[in-house]
């Protein structure tokens, strides 16, 4: 993916970068990661991937405005990526890299 508006962060191989205009995030296929725009601005960005990634991806995303991290965001994503065959990270998995879950649940 190519970022084009703003800056995203993510966690690829064992750290977190932000990305800003112009830089390139790319994810090898079964590689553990973890992206996130923890900022106060939208993001925009170019991403090249399957049809089947594209309508996941269109199912669990949320606007800057609507978006929130609640309890039945998280189940949504998470039965949805068990839908696709996904694996998420384990609340460990997800403390470990940072990731705070609320009510410490997570694969609900």
Do not use: C
């Not at 800003?20 to 553990?32: D, F, R, S, W, Y």
């Not at 725009?37 to 606007?63: C, H, I, K, Q, Y």
Request: glycine content about 10%.
């Amino acid at each position: 993916m190519v970022i084009v508006k703003g800056r995203f962060t993510a966690w690829l191989e064992g750290s977190w970068q932000t990305y800003g205009l112009g830089e390139i995030i790319e994810v090898a296929p079964n590689e553990p990661h973890a992206m996130r725009n923890d900022g106060p601005d939208e993001v925009s960005l170019v991403l090249v991937t399957t049809s089947r990634m594209a309508n996941f991806l269109g199912t669990v995303s949320a606007s800057q405005d609507s978006a929130d991290v609640s309890l039945d965001r998280l189940a949504h994503f998470v039965r949805t990526a068990a839908v696709y065959g996904f694996r998420n990270g384990s609340i460990e998995d997800q403390a470990a890299i940072g990731i705070d879950l609320p009510d410490g649940k997570s694969n609900a």
